[in-house]
């Protein structure tokens, strides 16, 4: 997801070799990535989160603050998270921020998503929730690598698996 370069082989996506020197590069491709640690910023509301570095314009060239809580509703509304997009994100638990990671990722054209440890902080209703976005994801034709500990998870949303060790 272009955090690190691969220091051998080749990272293909859809057959061609991709390169990325950062992660914007790989999400301009359509690879998004939700960490286990979360990377958002407590200060800002959820909407600025979501949108951060891409917020829209107005035709002034103002970031159109209407415009951002309206998609932010949007995704959220999706992801069944029940917050304004102008709650500021550090008034929220970390589960819904963890869901706010999601609405986040997915925000983009995703072809490709990662997903690292997504469930290791939310409660069982945000995991349905999850789940419901991954199959929703997963018949648009997204691809999903999802990294997890809770290998009674996989049944339920993988199609195949490998298992790592080491």
Not at 2 to 18: I, K, M, N, S, Y
Not at 99 to 126: F, G, N, Q, W, Y
Request: net charge negative; aromatic share 4%; glycine share 8%.
């Amino acid at each position: 997801a272009g955090v690190l370069a691969p220091d051998a082989g080749d990272v293909r996506l859809a057959g061609d070799v991709v390169e990325f020197s950062n992660p914007r590069e790989a999400l301009d491709v359509g690879i998004a990535m939700i960490f286990q640690e979360l990377n958002l910023i407590g200060n800002l509301t959820v909407a600025e989160n979501i949108f951060l570095g891409r917020e829209p314009l107005n035709r002034l060239g103002l970031i159109d603050t209407q415009e951002m809580n309206r998609k932010a509703a949007d995704l959220l509304k999706q992801l069944d998270l029940s917050v304004a997009p102008t709650t500021p994100l550090g008034n929220l638990r970390v589960g819904q921020q963890q869901v706010v990671e999601i609405a986040k990722a997915i925000s983009h054209d995703v072809r490709l998503l990662i997903m690292d440890e997504p469930t290791s902080a939310i409660t069982e209703h945000e995991i349905e929730v999850l789940f419901g976005i991954i199959d929703k994801l997963k018949r648009k034709g997204v691809a999903i690598a999802y990294i997890t500990h809770k290998l009674d998870e996989l049944p339920r949303i993988g199609d195949d698996a490998v298992v790592m060790r080491d």
